[in-house]
């Protein structure tokens, strides 16, 4: 059975409303994937921070109760 232009205009409209739905999706700058990822992003890097200060606090106590009486 051949596809006719109105099935094949038809086909093209839902992709491209599936094509918006995606970007959506992805670009959308409050609840969208990129924005999740720069969230993320940036609450990981200030962890790290915090857990290397944690750590040479821990390594400046040890050293001071074995080195230090």
């Given at each position: 059975m051949?596809?006719?232009n109105k099935q094949l205009h038809q086909e093209m409209l839902d992709m491209k409303?599936?094509?918006r739905d995606i970007k959506k999706r992805l670009l959308d700058?409050?609840?969208g994937t990129i924005s999740r990822v720069n969230k993320n992003t940036s609450f990981?890097?200030?962890?790290?921070k915090t857990l290397?200060?944690?750590w040479l606090v821990?390594?400046?106590i040890l050293g001071?109760?074995?080195f230090w009486n």
């Open positions: 051949p596809i006719t409303q599936d094509i700058p409050d609840q990981r890097k200030g962890a790290q290397w200060s944690i821990i390594v400046g001071k109760l074995i």
